[in-house]
Nanobody, 121 residues
Framework: QVRLVESGGGLVQPGGSHRLSCAAS????????MAWYRQAPGKQRELVAR???????NYADSAKGRFTISRDNAKNTVTLQMNSLKPDDTAVYYC???????????????WGQGTQVTVSS
C-alpha cells in the first residue's frame, strides 16, 4: 500500500558530502514522522535522524552538526544531507516512515529497501 524508495547511495571520500533521498508512493492518506536509520556490518540498525510533519528534528549524537534531515510534505519525500563524512558512516541507510494508508484509519511503519553508503578513500 505504501512504498518507500531510497536513492543516492554510493562511494564517498572521507570529508566529503552526499545526499540521500526517499520518496513515498502508493495509496497514502497521511505521513507522520519520517526518519533515516543505518546499519553497519555486524551492528544493529540505529536511528540517524528523524523529522515530524512540522519540521521538528532530532539526531543521533554521531550525526549532530554534520547531517541535516528535511522533508517535503507535499511530495512525500525526505532527504538526508550528509557532510564531513567519515569511514564510520559506512552503512546501509534505510528510510522509515509512519504512514496512514488510504484504506486504513491507523498508522503503520514502513521501510525502504536500503541504500549503501561507503566512505572510503
Amino acid at each position: 500500500q505504501v512504498r518507500l524508495v531510497e536513492s543516492g547511495g554510493g562511494l564517498v571520500q572521507p570529508g566529503g558530502s552526499h545526499r540521500l533521498s526517499c520518496a513515498a508512493s502508493g495509496n497514502i492518506f497521511r505521513i507522520g514522522a519520517m526518519a533515516w536509520y543505518r546499519q553497519a556490518p555486524g551492528k544493529q540498525r540505529e536511528l540517524v535522524a528523524r523529522i515530524i510533519r512540522d519540521g521538528s528534528t532530532n539526531y543521533a549524537d554521531s550525526a549532530k552538526g554534520r547531517f541535516t534531515i528535511s522533508r517535503d510534505n507535499a511530495k512525500n519525500t525526505v532527504t538526508l544531507q550528509m557532510n564531513s563524512l567519515k569511514p564510520d558512516d559506512t552503512a546501509v541507510y534505510y528510510c522509515n516512515a509512519d504512514a496512514i494508508p488510504g484504506t486504513s484509519s491507523r498508522s503503520y511503519g514502513y521501510w525502504g529497501q536500503g541504500t549503501q553508503v561507503t566512505v572510503s578513500s
